[in-house]
């Protein structure tokens, strides 16, 4: 551990796509500045952003004026010519979004009208023919064509976007660094981390899973809370991998505060089906198991948690039946797949995804970036924050220009 004082102008907290975005965006505009990103695991995008399904999301979900709406679709555009620019693995692949019910065409079109007004190119109401054109085995009464959707390697994103920090500036990635307190001074805050500690004149946070505890520590106040959801993965067999192209969901419910399960084809090779969403017991928790009393005890000492479970405890108890049975998870598949058998799926990996609730057990469903003094806190960004992190970047940067009156030299 180092007891040396490292001075920058700016420390990003967060090594996540957001956070990694917003520094890279910040020193765009401010090319002379030194800044340091802190990250507490020993590599770039280890949560959320690591344990994505590494869709390209188009916008066409997202309520037209708000912060998703304008930044997925930006940002989509911009981080597909990032991943040409810098040889990121991705694909334009497209996607369908299938109806199965009658009762789902009427927030099918609402969807449909929403990517419309978001200004969401290359959509288009497909019949059930077309949809077999595209994805054979699955079964529809009509759905949507989303062909500026993709899939890319995020982890990937986030690796380039540290190495042009580290060698188009002054600025410096730190791993195995996590931030523990912050005392302030009057023209710097310091930040004791288990490596030293850092000190700058301006503080960003982007801590995703984290995000509400560090924007606390920092001084932030906040109603809100962040809530875990793990979501469990199917991977497709090879039998199985033959039943699927590209991308399909399912129209969502939207008595839910989720898309459903899914099938994903992925970057580098293989498809995907999931996720369920299930509240988890520990925030950085990868499986099904996995405790900890410490976010246990806060989870369930916020009243907003309650609240929330009281909203949609029968979908949680669906999800839950989902988590532990492979033929319940199955059946589910069914229902875009239905000659789908279980030699077809095999149990895969795990992601946990950030919720921030408000205390009337409200999920906050839009981006939330809030200053406090010489801070910036990033305290939501729920999917599509990975699609539209260079957009996000750059609405960090210009909150970080107006509220820190950043200058160039």
Not at 106 to 135: C, T, W, Y
Not at 229 to 257: A, C, H, M, W
Not at 334 to 361: F, N, Q
Request: with cysteine; glycine share 10%; net charge neutral.
């Amino acid at each position: 551990m180092s007891t040396e004082k490292q001075h920058f102008d700016v420390i990003v907290v967060g090594g996540g796509c957001v956070g990694l975005a917003a520094a890279y965006k910040i020193n765009l505009r401010h090319p002379h500045l030194k800044i340091a990103l802190l990250e507490k695991e020993d590599r770039l995008s280890p949560h959320q952003t690591g344990h994505n399904s590494g869709v390209i999301h188009s916008g066409i979900y997202y309520k037209p004026g708000s912060w998703k709406a304008k930044n997925c679709v930006e940002g989509r555009r911009e981080l597909v010519q990032f991943a040409k620019d810098h040889k990121i693995a991705h694909d334009i692949c497209g996607k369908i979004i299938a109806a199965t019910d009658e009762s789902e065409l009427p927030h099918m079109h609402k969807v449909f009208a929403n990517g419309q007004a978001n200004g969401v190119e290359d959509i288009e109401l497909i019949d059930s023919k077309r949809i077999k054109e595209i994805e054979p085995y699955c079964e529809s009464i009509g759905g949507i064509w989303v062909g500026c959707t993709g899939i890319i390697d995020f982890p990937g994103v986030t690796v380039k976007l540290g190495e042009l920090l580290e060698n188009q500036f002054q600025s410096k990635v730190f791993l195995n660094t996590e931030a523990k307190n912050f005392v302030h001074h009057q023209d710097r805050t310091e930040i004791i981390t288990n490596r030293g500690t850092f000190s700058a004149k301006h503080i960003v946070t982007c801590a995703g899973l984290q995000s509400d505890r560090i924007a606390k520590k920092e001084g932030q106040k906040s109603d809100a809370a962040i809530v875990g959801f793990r979501g469990d993965y199917y991977d497709l067999t090879e039998k199985g991998r033959s039943k699927v192209r590209n991308l399909i969901y399912p129209v969502p419910n939207p008595q839910f505060p989720f898309l459903g399960v899914h099938f994903t084809r992925m970057i580098h090779g293989g498809v995907e089906c999931g996720p369920n969403a299930v509240f988890v017991f520990k925030r950085e928790g990868y499986s099904k198991t996995a405790f900890s009393f410490k976010d246990t005890a806060e989870a369930f000492t916020f009243g907003g948690t309650w609240k929330f479970f009281g909203k949609h405890w029968r979908f949680g108890l669906d999800e839950y039946r989902g988590a532990f049975s492979k033929n319940y998870f199955l059946k589910r598949l069914h229902k875009l797949i239905p000659t789908l058998e279980s030699d077809d799926i095999v149990a895969s990996r795990c992601g946990v995804r950030a919720m921030a609730l408000g205390p009337e057990g409200s999920m906050i469903d839009d981006f939330k970036i809030e200053a406090n003094g010489n801070a910036i806190h990033v305290l939501n960004a729920p999917s599509p924050a990975a699609t539209a992190c260079l957009s996000i970047g750059t609405a960090i940067e210009e909150m970080a220009t107006e509220k820190f009156g950043l200058v160039n030299v």
